[in-house]
């Protein structure tokens, strides 16, 4: 029998002043959240209902969750440590299989960049998916434990993040790499998102100190 497939969504409980700092900066911590909500309950609305795959989500903090999340999601905790070690932590925790974790604040993602993810899988033995911010929106690994080192010495939330990952696996190791999609993280990325849908930025999200 081939092993289950599983997908983890990272993402912190939507709370007012917790999430998505440096788009609150930019917009206002109210619209922040509110693009933060939507996204992610639209991610994990798609995930879930896809039998291609099971969706776990890895929370932070601990033990708190939102009401309006599915009930067809494993809940897991992302513990503590840095954004690396709670990654790793969260594929540990998992069942044998391969085994793909996404970002809760990219809007362009699909079934089909999932599809493509675990297809990748089937001949590499990690795949990424590049953010343009340096970044990346998705990881995936084909067997577990990972290789030790893997996240070891990155510079998170950086330009150089995707680069430092991969230079953590080992030598040999074969790497995919997916479309690179915008990780909507400040007041630029989420005017292009808002541009791409043919939306105009209300006036009370407009960048701070803006004429």
């Given at each position: 029998?081939?092993?289950?497939?599983?997908?983890?969504?990272?993402?912190?409980?939507?709370?007012?002043?917790?999430?998505?700092?440096?788009?609150?900066?930019?917009i206002g911590p109210l619209a922040?959240?509110?693009?933060?909500?939507?996204?992610?309950?639209s991610l994990l609305r798609l995930?879930?209902?896809?039998?291609?795959?099971?969706?776990?989500?890895?929370?932070?903090?601990?033990?708190?969750?939102?009401?309006?999340?599915?009930?067809?999601?494993?809940?897991?905790g992302q513990g503590g440590g840095d954004l690396g070690r709670r990654m790793a932590r969260a594929f540990e925790r998992l069942p044998a299989g391969p085994a793909l974790l996404v970002g809760s604040d990219i809007p362009a993602v699909t079934a089909h960049h999932i599809w493509?993810?675990?297809?990748?899988?089937?001949?590499?033995?990690?795949?990424?998916?590049?953010?343009?911010?340096?970044?990346?929106?998705?990881?995936g690994f084909r067997r577990r434990p990972l290789p030790r080192g893997s996240f070891a010495g990155v510079r998170w939330s950086s330009r150089h993040a995707l680069a430092d990952t991969l230079a953590s696996l080992p030598r040999g190791m074969r790497?995919?790499?997916?479309?690179?999609?915008?990780?909507?993280?400040?007041?630029?990325?989420?005017?292009?998102w808002r541009e791409a849908?043919?939306?105009?930025?209300?006036?009370?999200?407009?960048?701070?100190g803006a004429a």
């Open positions: 029998m081939r092993p289950q497939r599983h997908v983890i969504v990272f993402l912190r409980v939507p709370r007012l002043g917790r999430v998505k700092s440096r788009l609150a900066t930019g922040a959240l509110g693009f933060y909500r939507a996204t992610s309950l995930l879930t209902r896809d039998r291609r795959w099971r969706c776990h989500i890895a929370v932070t903090p601990d033990g708190v969750h939102d009401r309006s999340w599915p009930a067809a999601a494993q809940r897991l493509a993810g675990f297809r990748a899988l089937g001949r590499s033995d990690a795949v990424f998916g590049p953010a343009l911010d340096g970044g990346y929106w998705l990881v790497v995919s790499l997916l479309e690179t999609l915008d990780d909507v993280d400040d007041a630029q990325s989420y005017r292009r849908r043919g939306l105009k930025t209300p006036s009370s999200d407009a960048p701070r």
